[in-house]
C-alpha cells in the first residue's frame, strides 16, 4: 500500500538520489496533459520540501506553459534496480529564467549543460511512495551526449533561435515564458 507524508526524509532524498531518471507530469486548464522522462543529473532536493530541476531546451516546453496556467506538478521515480519503489513528489512550481534574480542561485547547483533553458522550482506538498512491484529491472549503461551535442553545435544564438521558432508555445498553443531570455 501507498504512504503518505508532508516532507521528503533522508531516506526519500537517498532513493531520489540515485534514481537515473524521473518523470514530470503536468496539465493546464485544457487541452494535453504531459509526461515527460528527465535525465541528465538535472534535479537537487534542497530542503525536505522543496527540490529544484534544471530543463535544457528540447522539443517543447510544455512544463513551463502549463506551469503559468496551474502551477501543480508531480514529479515521479522509480527503481529499476534494488527494491522495488515508487515515489512520487506533489507539489507547486515556477520556472526561473536567466534573467530572474534567483538564477545565480539555483543555477549553481547544477553542471553548466549547453542549452540550459530554465530551472523549476518545486515546492512539495505531498511525498507519496509505493511498492513498484510490477516495474521492470532495466540496467543503466550510460548518459546520452546527443542533445548536449546538438546543444553545443546549435551554440548561443542557434538555441535563442530554436527557443523562437519552437519554445514559445506549447502543442496546445499556450505561452511559455520563454520570451524574456530571447
Known amino acids: 500500500m501507498g504512504k503518505q507524508y508532508t516532507a521528503i526524509s533522508a531516506e526519500h532524498g537517498n532513493f531520489i538520489s540515485r534514481q537515473k531518471m524521473f ?3 503536468t ?11 528527465k535525465g541528465m543529473d538535472s534535479l537537487r532536493v534542497m530542503s525536505p520540501n ?8 528540447g522539443s ?5 506553459a502549463h506551469l503559468r496556467q496551474i502551477n501543480r506538478i508531480t514529479l515521479m521515480f522509480c527503481a529499476f534496480e534494488g527494491d522495488p519503489k515508487i515515489l512520487r513528489l506533489y507539489g507547486i512550481a515556477r520556472a526561473v529564467y536567466p534573467n530572474d534574480a534567483d538564477w545565480p542561485e539555483l543555477a549553481k547547483l547544477f553542471p553548466a549543460l549547453p542549452g ?3 530551472i523549476f522550482d518545486v ?27 546538438w546543444a553545443r553545435k546549435k551554440g548561443a544564438d542557434g538555441i535563442r533561435t530554436y527557443w523562437e521558432e519552437r519554445n514559445k508555445t506549447s502543442i496546445d498553443g499556450l505561452p511559455t515564458g520563454i520570451d524574456a531570455n530571447l
Open 116 to 118: 540550459t533553458r530554465q
Open 50 to 57: 522543496r527540490v529544484a530541476w534544471l530543463s535544457v531546451t
Open 123 to 149: 515546492t512539495v506538498e505531498t511525498v507519496q511512495t509505493s511498492c513498484g512491484m510490477a516495474v521492470p529491472f532495466y540496467d543503466y549503461v550510460g548518459e546520452r551526449e546527443q542533445l548536449n551535442d
Open 27 to 37: 496539465a493546464a486548464h485544457d487541452g494535453r496533459v504531459n509526461v515527460s522522462p
Open 23 to 25: 518523470f514530470v507530469g
Open 60 to 64: 517543447g516546453n510544455e512544463t513551463a
